[in-house]
């Protein structure tokens, strides 16, 4: 089994951990780090370390930060008063990349899905209420993806935030822009229609 | 421009290196090492840093190995009478995986490509020849890729090898097994006419 040489095959293994990553790109990539200069190897090896050492969770929102508060959380000019709340950092990342959403989030670590054992306590739910009960935010928007475990988990959280007096959205649906019609699925049609709006 | 924190976006450029590799996969590899344990991400950063550290090219060879003498170099069971040479120890492993071969290899290094800059002089040649001035080498099989800094290469090293009274023979070009004839260009399929042989 070993057709390379042990610290290669190890390597090798180790790019086999990346999502997506099979075999042969596996050995291309260490072939790859095999061709760069030790210098590059030195600065390669450090960024892996150092990022899982010095990222961790925003103590608020629960998004990926290197200091205890993140940029947002500890940004003067955010609204405080609306939350977004996400399944994901990496979708933090991708809502602010519109630069239009000028309020904090809320990073739930996941979304409720009782096929792969996901409960609502292993979530940063009671995190939410908490925040929510220091009586500072007036809305939450759910932005849990537009599947079947992001809508449980919408629908979960609505009920319970509802009770206590702030007003709960979810993101529009309707059909991507830029989409063809002629390819969109029944629901998102059906959703885009029920949705529809005056044209002013 | 820094829409990530530093430490993930330093690890996000470094996977950029990749071959391949673009930013979204960047992204997502980055994503996937702060999921891993942190015995993991020492792991993979060890494997990194010692690969580089501990692979070194076969004294005789080149072909790479953990040790001054590569496996195949320093196993007495190989036959010494034949050297293949090949571009590089990928193609090595590729050739050892057939596990039919039994001689050594020597690995040049790379083709001679004058649009890339690459000479004769930037190969292992002078040392192939020094290899079959020992007197012991009775034939070199020129394995070089099929293309046209192979082609070159081959030749050269013909025209270089054939007067010092060693076989010089090189890998037979033809269809590959299990292609589709329909789908084979010309030239390989000339190439498979003129090397056509007797069905005994």
Request: aromatic fraction near 4%; hydrophobic fraction near 40%; glycine fraction near 8%.
């Amino acid at each position: 089994m070993t057709e390379y040489i042990l610290p290669l095959q190890k390597l090798i293994e180790e790019f086999c951990r990346l999502p997506g990553v099979g075999k042969k790109t596996a050995v291309r990539y260490a072939f790859s780090v095999l061709g760069m200069t030790e210098d590059e190897v030195e600065s390669f090896a450090c960024a892996v370390v150092n990022a899982k050492k010095n990222v961790q969770a925003c103590e608020v929102c629960g998004n990926l930060s290197d200091k205890p508060l993140c940029a947002i959380c500890s940004d003067e000019k955010r609204d405080r008063k609306i939350v977004c709340v996400v399944e994901d950092a990496k979708t933090v990342m991708a809502l602010e990349k519109v630069k239009e959403y000028n309020g904090t989030y809320h990073v739930l670590g996941g979304a409720i899905s009782p096929m792969n054992g996901v409960s609502p306590s292993d979530l940063r739910i009671k995190e939410l209420i908490t925040r929510i009960g220091s009586g500072e935010i007036e809305e939450v928007i759910l932005a849990t993806n537009p599947n079947i475990e992001g809508e449980t988990t919408a629908m979960y959280l609505s009920k319970l935030i509802s009770p206590l007096g702030v007003r709960v959205t979810r993101l529009a649906y309707g059909v991507p822009v830029g989409a063809d019609l002629e390819y969109a699925d029944e629901v998102t049609l059906l959703r885009a229609l029920d949705g529809r709006r005056d044209l002013k």
